[in-house]
C-alpha cells in the first residue's frame, strides 16, 4: 500500500490560517500581543467609574493624562514589534520601562494587569530572534567541517 501524495484541495480558510502563521513565525507575535494588551487596562481603568450599589467609585487620578499617554504608547510598541521587527529591541526595553512608569502614574500598572503584561511583551519582544532559513538550518556544522577537511581546508598556498 503506498500514501496518496496528490496535492489536497485546500480551502481558503486553510490557506489563510497558513499564511497568518507564516506571517507570525517572522515576527515576535506573543510579545506584541501581550504589549499591546497591556495599554488597554492602563489606558482604560483611571477614567473608568464603578459603581458599587448607590456608591460610585472615580479611579481618576491626578495623572490621568499621563495613563493614557502611557497606554497608547505601549499599543504602538505592540504595533511596532509586529510590523517593525528591527526596532523590536527598542520596543521591548521601552515596553519594559513604560510598564515600570505605569506603576507611579497609572494606579499600580491599573491593578497590576497592564504592568505584568507590559514586562511579559517587553521580554518577549527583546528576547525575540529571526530563525534560520530551512536550507542553512538543515545541514548540521560538522559536517562543514568535514567536507572542508576533504576538500583541503584552508590553506595558505
Do not use: C
Not at 3 to 29: C, H, K, L, M, N
Not at 53 to 62: E, F, S
Not at 80 to 94: D, H, P, Y
Not at 95 to 120: D, E, H, M, R, T
Request: hydrophobic share 50%.
Amino acid at each position: 500500500m503506498s500514501v496518496d501524495t496528490r496535492p489536497q484541495q485546500i480551502s481558503s480558510f486553510g490557506r489563510a490560517r497558513r499564511s497568518f502563521r507564516e506571517w507570525r513565525w517572522r515576527r515576535p507575535f506573543w510579545g506584541g500581543l501581550w504589549t499591546l494588551l497591556s495599554g488597554i487596562p492602563i489606558m482604560y481603568i483611571p477614567y473608568q467609574t464603578m459603581t458599587l450599589g448607590d456608591l460610585h467609585i472615580r479611579m481618576a487620578t491626578t495623572a490621568g493624562a499621563g495613563s493614557l499617554i502611557i497606554g497608547v504608547l505601549l499599543v504602538v510598541l505592540g504595533l511596532t514589534l509586529w510590523f517593525q521587527q528591527q526596532s523590536r529591541i527598542f520596543a521591548g526595553v521601552a515596553a519594559i520601562l513604560l510598564a515600570l512608569v505605569s506603576l507611579v502614574v497609572s494606579n499600580f500598572g491599573a491593578f497590576l494587569i497592564g504592568f505584568l503584561l507590559a514586562l511579559v511583551g517587553g521580554a518577549l519582544g527583546v528576547s525575540w530572534a529571526p530563525g534560520r532559513p530551512v536550507a542553512a538550518a538543515a545541514e548540521p556544522p560538522a559536517a562543514v567541517s568535514l567536507s572542508k577537511e576533504r576538500d583541503g581546508g584552508d590553506r595558505d598556498e
